[in-house]
């Protein structure tokens, strides 16, 4: 499905359109976080997110946020948008259509935690999975080691209650 303008700053977009939009932005890093307005934890977080990627954006970062709200409380999420302090790379979307098709088109064992932080590379390939709130000294290091080059030996599709294997 492709992604649709909205004139509230939000683009409603599913998981298979999120994805191409990372493969042709040819940023060599995309930050994808989910978040939803009822969420505090999102709130916290947001702010420090988009700090983060502006702050690496002449590295080659991109950042999608992509919000989980329901269509009846989209104007709760836009409003939400509206005040932080979104500067490029930052682009706005929400889920259009069920929430399962999404989680999978991101991470196939995401179980839905909110929010939840996703690095894909260039190619679309997610390269490290953040499920639940994330500190900025945990993201900034993995996200500079790979913008840097270096290999990420950690979560790409693990949850943190998954069993080991």
């Known amino acids: 499905m492709q992604a649709?303008?909205?004139?509230?700053?939000l683009?409603?977009?599913d998981g298979p359109a999120l994805i191409e939009r990372i493969r042709k932005?040819?940023?060599k890093a995309t930050l994808v976080n989910v978040w939803a307005s009822w969420c505090g934890s999102c709130k916290r977080e947001l702010p420090m997110i988009i700090d983060l990627a502006g702050a690496l954006h002449a590295?080659?970062?991109d950042l999608m946020l992509v919000s989980a709200d329901e269509p009846s409380a989209r104007k709760a999420a836009a409003d939400m948008l509206a005040k932080l302090p979104l500067k490029p790379p930052a682009r706005a979307f929400i889920v259009t259509g069920s929430l399962a098709p999404f989680k999978r088109a991101l991470n196939p064992t995401?179980?839905?935690a909110i929010p939840?932080?996703?690095?894909?590379?260039?190619?679309?390939?997610l390269r490290y999975?953040?499920?639940g709130p994330v500190l900025e000294h945990e993201i900034s290091t993995i996200v500079s080691a790979f913008l840097a080059g270096r290999e990420l030996d950690g979560p790409v599709y693990v949850e943190p209650d998954a069993p080991p294997g």
């Open 4 to 9: 649709s303008p909205a004139t509230d700053g």
């Open 129 to 131: 999975f953040w499920p």
């Open 59 to 61: 590295e080659g970062m």
């Open 25 to 27: 932005s040819g940023r």
């Open 116 to 125: 939840s932080t996703f690095l894909f590379d260039a190619d679309g390939q």
């Open 11 to 13: 683009v409603a977009i």
């Open 110 to 112: 995401w179980k839905g």
